[in-house]
């Protein structure tokens, strides 16, 4: 990980997570990149804007997930913000030479997280060590939610990470997965109705997501088509 320079006290003290992304994801520069000549911003360009906008304390780049010639997940995503900082100095309206040493002396690079998970718990206990106190969430707005549950989780079900409880904010990007909207993700809550007919169903989607990645992360591709086939046969019984 990448120490910052001593900072300066009158600065706004905040954090800013610009979430990592495989390197092997579809349409992986169009995601953290975008296309600033039509403004669709990737979360690269959207962190970097916002942080120097607001003069963070720390710019917080996830993961070590994966890896692309070498280099670590945080470290493809960085580099690809200093290849580009000609158009982000255009959009932070300020000179290249300012924000490459902005960048330099703010920017830390979590290579240890794998996950998610890792890197907001990673990027809380840094905040703690320095006396950062607000920190913002910079995701693909494809994985918004979910960075938003975790982050809450952490917040309101750790008592480590209390501080975090009401300063945490999420500045998503203008980019979703490839081929998907934001209406294609799927949200399961606990039943809290009381005009409905109670229905867990967040449990059986919780042990279904958990076998499937299971079986997606030892490789095994006939057998995640076996689960999809049987998920897709049992839903057709009751479907209308």
């Known amino acids: ?24 994801a579809n349409g992986w520069e169009s995601l953290v990149w975008g296309d600033l000549a039509l403004e669709i911003w990737g979360n690269i360009p959207r962190g970097v804007q916002w942080a120097w906008q607001n003069q963070a304390a720390c710019i917080y780049w996830g993961s070590g997930a994966s890896e692309r010639d070498g280099k670590k997940e945080c470290e493809v995503m960085y580099q690809r913000a200093l290849d580009g900082i000609s158009d982000l100095a255009k959009i932070c309206g300020t000179a290249e030479r300012v924000l490459k040493d902005f960048l330099e002396s703010r920017s830390i690079l979590d290579s240890e997280a794998k996950d998610t998970n890792t890197e907001i718990q990673n990027c809380f206990n840094l905040c703690l060590e320095k006396g950062i106190t607000d920190v913002v969430l910079v995701p693909q ?100």
């Open 1 to 24: 990980m990448k120490t910052p320079l001593s900072q300066d006290s009158s600065m706004k003290y905040s954090a800013v997570l610009i979430h990592g992304l495989h390197v092997q």
């Open 141 to 240: 707005a494809s994985q918004a939610p979910l960075a938003v549950r975790r982050a809450m989780q952490f917040a309101l079900e750790d008592k480590a990470f209390s501080l975090f409880r009401h300063h945490v904010i999420v500045v998503p990007s203008d980019t979703t997965y490839v081929g998907m909207l934001m209406k294609d993700i799927a949200i399961f809550t606990p039943p809290h109705r009381g005009d409905r007919v109670l229905n867990p169903s967040h449990l059986l989607a919780r042990r279904t997501l958990d076998i499937i990645q299971r079986y997606s992360k030892a490789g095994d591709k006939d057998g995640v088509e076996a689960i999809l086939k049987a998920w897709d046969m049992f839903l057709k019984a009751f479907e209308l």
